[in-house]
Nanobody, 127 residues
Framework: QVQLAESGGGLVQAGDSLRLSCAAS????????MGWFRQAPGKEREFVAA????????YYEDSVKGRFTISRDNANRTMCLQMNSLKPEDTAVYSC????????????????????WGQGTQVTVSS
């Protein structure tokens, strides 16, 4: 079993920054790739960013490239998403997830590759 807990969401204005954190317990944290997904009201879950087990490989959805940065601290079992220059279209519930492999390769964007999910944290960006 794995437990994931997100924190750091909130209400901000366009152009502001937020830093989301995901704390993990229950599985050898450093052995598995992880990712962030988001879901806006009325829309399907969308890939945001992913990171390999060791942190060397990172992947981003096109609309967040250059604005968001994913990172992980395996010693402290946490993963973070630094979000800068936020836009109203970034408004969504953001969830972290852990995969069952250390490196996802070309499959990082697929929710099916992740087998444990957090409850999510709301990010609201006003214009």
């Amino acid at each position: 079993q794995v437990q994931l807990a997100e924190s750091g969401g909130g209400l901000v204005q366009a152009g502001d920054s937020l830093r989301l954190s995901c704390a993990a317990s229950g599985r050898t944290f450093s052995s598995y790739a992880m990712g962030w997904f988001r879901q806006a009201p009325g829309k399907e879950r969308e890939f945001v960013a992913a990171i390999s087990a060791g942190g060397a490989a990172t992947y981003y959805e096109d609309s967040v490239k250059g604005r968001f940065t994913i990172s992980r601290d395996n010693a402290n079992r946490t993963m973070c998403l630094q979000m800068n220059s936020l836009k109203p279209e970034d408004t969504a519930v953001y969830s972290c997830a852990v995969s069952r492999v250390p490196y996802l390769g070309g499959r990082y964007y697929s929710p099916a590759e992740y087998d444990y999910w957090g409850q999510g944290t709301q990010v609201t960006v006003s214009s």
